[in-house]
């Protein structure tokens, strides 16, 4: 067996998330395309949920939305991933944050602007986008 060691021209792309086939994703994915983050609603309770599901956590109903919300939040739990993965290649340290928004809905995203060290629970952080290719971005936070 052979190894082929030649160098590629093929540089490793991002991960894209593919739509859901359980739940219509529909309305994240073109918030996203708008510059907006917008998230599953109970109307119910008046509650948001992330990730989508195809009933609301809160009460078992399909009586869900979409709407945006601020993106506004704080670090609820954090780390700093460095081991090298798939996708991850020339994006280490990766900060990674699981942010609490103001709308009071979990949500996990990377960290755009984090300092070696200087991620830390509590700190106020504010939605970014994450350019995973040229056509998708994805929610990420800034810390303020």
């Not at 540089?11 to 599953?40: C, N």
């Not at 106020?124 to 810390?143: H, N």
Request: proline fraction near 8%; aromatic fraction near 10%; charge should be neutral.
């Amino acid at each position: 067996m052979t190894i082929d060691t030649r160098p590629s021209d093929i540089k490793p792309s991002r991960v894209v998330p593919k739509p859901s086939v359980y739940v219509d994703t529909t309305p994240f994915w073109e918030g996203a395309k708008a510059g907006r983050l917008v998230l599953q609603y109970c109307a119910d309770t008046k509650q948001f949920q992330h990730y989508p599901r195809p009933v609301s956590i809160y009460t078992g109903s399909r009586n869900l939305t979409w709407r945006e919300v601020s993106g506004n939040g704080f670090i609820y739990a954090c780390t700093v991933i460095r081991v090298p993965g798939p996708g991850l290649e020339g994006r280490l340290p990766l900060a990674v944050a699981t942010v609490q928004l103001d709308e009071g809905v979990h949500i996990l995203g990377n960290i755009l602007n984090a300092e070696q060290g200087a991620m830390a629970i509590e700190q106020r952080v504010e939605l970014a986008w994450d350019q995973l290719s040229s056509d998708v971005a994805y929610p990420a936070f800034k810390i303020l």
